[in-house]
Structures are given as structure tokens and as C-alpha cells.
């Protein structure tokens, strides 16, 4: 009797296993589709600056419109991208299109892309980067590149090589998600890097409790030491940002600025900031 009870759960925990199974092998076919047919679109969120209130850069962000479910999350399906490569071509695309995109925008303002850990082991990213920047034709200054703690954790040379060689083009390097790796502060002796992104957990925490805000405090007096950009991912409220200003942040990205927007939004948004210039007037 105990026996077949075991076999009946066993049973029920491989059915669930074996849907969720079926439902990422389906978003892999579908999303290999998107990624063939050009699916996939950059839209964009604006990175603004705490002291100016100006549209400092944007953060590309994929976008999945699909017939059936409208549109699909990064969280759904970067995972699967990662599990079976495809977040490679997807990675390539999103630096393509978001460079083409950057160089129509006015020359102050920067280009954030995502780069996946795999994309360092693909062996092609300097070129994938060299070939976007010179398609293009925006300046190497004006592209961010956002890493996450995870990448360094492999301590790779391999790694190490590639971010200096990305940094000698002129490009920056971001550290995002700030805080909630696993890995060590003994990394940022050694990784090149021109800003940190301060994790959302950490800013939607403020106000409710003091230790987000120590831990705010102790990042951004980390990051002056460095001599990094320190911004502030997730900002909803205007008690966040008057804390964040408060302690000294550079920059905050989130929903109270405005959420990710498709590029043709962010040609208006811009030209709307610089008629406003002249009244010395912000965002
Ligand atoms: P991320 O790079 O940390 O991007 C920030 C995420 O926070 C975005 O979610 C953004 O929409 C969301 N966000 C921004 N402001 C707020 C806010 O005020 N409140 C809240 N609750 N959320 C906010 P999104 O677009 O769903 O992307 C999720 C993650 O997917 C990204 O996190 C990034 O890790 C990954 N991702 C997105 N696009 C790409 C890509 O092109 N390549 C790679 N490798 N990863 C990507
Ligand atoms: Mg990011
Ligand atoms: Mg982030
Ligand atoms: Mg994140």
C-alpha cells in the first residue's frame, strides 16, 4: 500500500515535470520562429540623472510581441534563451538593433544592452560588438554593456580578456543587479567597470526599513571609492527617489521616470526634452 502511494506521487511529480518540459519546448520552437522572423523588438527604459533630472541613456529591454498571448516576458523566456543557446542570436539582434536605434538620438545620450554570461563563452562577442558599433556608426561611448555578478563568479581569463578589450574599444561596462550575486567583493579589484546598478530589492525596500537604506548608503560610498556611476534600478515612488537623492545616487531607472517604451515613442520623448532645454526645464 505504501508502495503504490509512492508510485501515485511519483507518478504526479514526473505528469507536473513533464509540462513544465512541454512548456518551455514550446516557447523554444516559438521563440526560434520570433528570433528567424524578426520578431523580437528593443523597447526602451530611461536611465535619468538624480541631480539634473535628465534623460542620461536607456536600457534596451527585448520584447516578445506574439500572436497568441500578446506580449511575452523576458523573464519567460530568457531562461529558455539561456537553456538552449538561442539567446546568442538573441543577444546579437538586440546589440544591432539598439545600436542602429542609439545613433538617431542625440549625441549626450547613451544605449544600455544586456549581455548574457554565455555570450563571453560564444567567442564572437568582441566582433558581434565591433560589427554593431561600426554598422552603425555610434561612438563606442555612447554603448553600455550590462553584465551580471554571476559572470564573474567563473573567474575566467577568458572573461577578464574580453572585458578589457571591450573597455579598449571605448565602451562601458555596467555591473547590474548589483548585490544579489553570490560572488565576493574581491572581484571588483580585478573586473573593469564604469557603473553599478543597485538591485530593485534594495530600493523597494526603502523607507520600509532602515537597513535598505544603510545598505544604499554603504553601495554608493563603495562606488564613489571606485569612481563609478552608482544608479538605482526600480525607482516607483517619489519617497525612493528623495532618499536616493538624499544618499547621493547618480542615477535611477524605474516605472516612476516612465516603463521600457518602443523606440518611436523615444525619438518624441527627446525631441520633447530638448524643445524644453531652452527653459531650462527637465524631464
Ligand atoms: P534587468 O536588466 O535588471 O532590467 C530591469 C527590469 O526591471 C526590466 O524588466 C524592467 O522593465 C524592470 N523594471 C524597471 N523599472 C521597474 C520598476 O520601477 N519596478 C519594477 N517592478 N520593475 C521595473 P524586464 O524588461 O521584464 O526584463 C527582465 C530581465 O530580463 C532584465 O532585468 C534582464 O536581466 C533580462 N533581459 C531583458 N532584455 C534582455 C536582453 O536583451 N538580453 C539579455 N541577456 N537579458 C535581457
Ligand atoms: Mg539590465
Ligand atoms: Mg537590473
Ligand atoms: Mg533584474
Same mark, same amino acid.
Given at each position: 500500500r505504501a508502495k503504490a502511494d509512492a508510485r501515485g506521487s511519483f507518478a504526479f511529480f514526473e505528469a507536473a515535470l513533464d509540462a513544465k518540459a512541454q512548456s518551455r519546448r514550446k516557447i523554444e520552437v516559438e521563440l526560434r520562429d520570433a528570433i528567424q522572423n524578426d520578431v523580437l523588438r528593443p523597447y526602451y527604459q530611461p536611465l535619468i540623472d538624480l541631480q539634473s533630472g535628465r534623460i542620461t541613456g536607456f536600457e534596451a529591454l527585448v520584447r516578445w510581441p506574439h500572436a497568441e498571448r500578446g506580449m511575452v516576458s523576458p523573464a519567460e523566456f530568457i531562461p529558455v534563451a539561456e537553456d538552449t543557446g538561442l539567446i546568442n542570436p538573441l543577444g546579437g539582434l538586440m546589440l544591432r538593433r539598439a545600436c542602429m536605434d542609439a545613433a538617431a538620438w542625440p549625441d549626450d545620450v547613451r544605449v544600455a544592452v544586456n549581455l548574457s554570461p554565455l555570450q563571453f563563452r560564444s567567442g564572437n562577442l568582441l566582433s558581434m560588438v565591433t560589427d554593431a558599433l561600426k554598422h552603425s556608426g555610434l561612438p563606442p561611448r555612447r554603448l553600455e554593456l550590462e553584465i551580471t555578478e554571476t559572470l564573474l563568479l567563473e573567474k575566467s581569463a577568458q572573461v577578464l580578456a574580453t572585458l578589457h578589450?571591450?573597455?579598449?574599444?571605448?565602451?562601458?561596462?555596467?555591473?547590474?543587479?548589483?548585490?544579489?550575486?553570490?560572488?565576493? /567583493? %574581491?572581484? @571588483? #579589484?580585478?573586473?573593469?567597470? *564604469?557603473?553599478?546598478?543597485?538591485?530593485?530589492?534594495?530600493?523597494?525596500?526603502?523607507? =520600509?526599513?532602515?537597513?535598505?537604506?544603510?545598505?544604499?548608503?554603504?553601495?554608493?560610498?563603495?562606488?564613489?571609492?571606485?569612481?563609478?556611476?552608482?544608479?538605482?534600478?526600480?525607482?516607483?515612488?517619489?519617497?525612493? /527617489? %528623495?532618499? @536616493? #537623492?538624499?544618499?547621493?545616487? *547618480?542615477?535611477?531607472?524605474?516605472?516612476?521616470?516612465?516603463?521600457?517604451?518602443?523606440? =518611436?515613442?523615444?525619438?518624441?520623448?527627446?525631441?520633447?526634452?530638448?524643445?524644453?532645454?531652452?527653459?531650462?526645464?527637465?524631464?
Open positions: 578589450a571591450l573597455r579598449a574599444l571605448g565602451v562601458r561596462i555596467s555591473m547590474d543587479d548589483f548585490g544579489t550575486g553570490y560572488s565576493s /567583493l %574581491s572581484y @571588483l #579589484r580585478s573586473f573593469p567597470f *564604469d557603473k553599478i546598478k543597485i538591485d530593485q530589492s534594495f530600493v523597494r525596500d526603502l523607507g =520600509a526599513n532602515r537597513e535598505a537604506q544603510a545598505i544604499i548608503r554603504s553601495i554608493v560610498s563603495l562606488g564613489k571609492g571606485l569612481g563609478v556611476t552608482i544608479t538605482a534600478e526600480g525607482v516607483e515612488t517619489e519617497a525612493e /527617489l %528623495s532618499c @536616493l #537623492r538624499t544618499e547621493g545616487c *547618480d542615477e535611477g531607472q524605474g516605472f516612476l521616470f516612465s516603463k521600457a517604451r518602443p523606440n =518611436a515613442e523615444i525619438v518624441a520623448l527627446l525631441a520633447a526634452q530638448r524643445g524644453i532645454d531652452g527653459e531650462d526645464t527637465a524631464l
